[in-house]
């Protein structure tokens, strides 16, 4: 189990901080026009909010302490 939550604990700490770091972007269409045979969308670049990176990174922070810190 603590192997488990050290790993994690990784994965969001480096996961948030290439968010935070470098930001993150991805893709959403939305339908368009539709007339007789032809038809349109949209397609935009959404970026993913840095304080969800900020969220992330503490959360490993966390993990990987509790992960790493010895039971009695």
Same mark, same amino acid.
């Given at each position: 189990?603590?192997?488990?939550? #050290? #790993?994690?604990?990784?994965? =969001?700490?480096?996961?948030?901080?290439? *968010?935070?770091?470098?930001? =993150? &972007?991805?893709?959403?269409?939305?339908?368009? *026009?539709?007339?007789?045979?032809?038809?349109?969308?949209?397609? &935009?670049?959404? &970026?993913?909010?840095?304080?969800?990176?900020?969220?992330?990174?503490?959360?490993?922070?966390?993990?990987?302490?509790?992960?790493? #810190?010895?039971?009695?």
């Amino acid at each position: 189990m603590r192997k488990i939550m #050290v #790993v994690l604990g990784l994965v =969001l700490l480096l996961g948030g901080g290439f *968010i935070l770091g470098r930001g =993150l &972007t991805y893709s959403k269409k939305r339908a368009g *026009i539709k007339v007789g045979g032809f038809q349109a969308a949209l397609e &935009t670049k959404e &970026t993913v909010p840095p304080w969800i990176g900020g969220v992330a990174a503490a959360a490993g922070v966390a993990l990987l302490v509790a992960g790493l #810190v010895p039971r009695k």
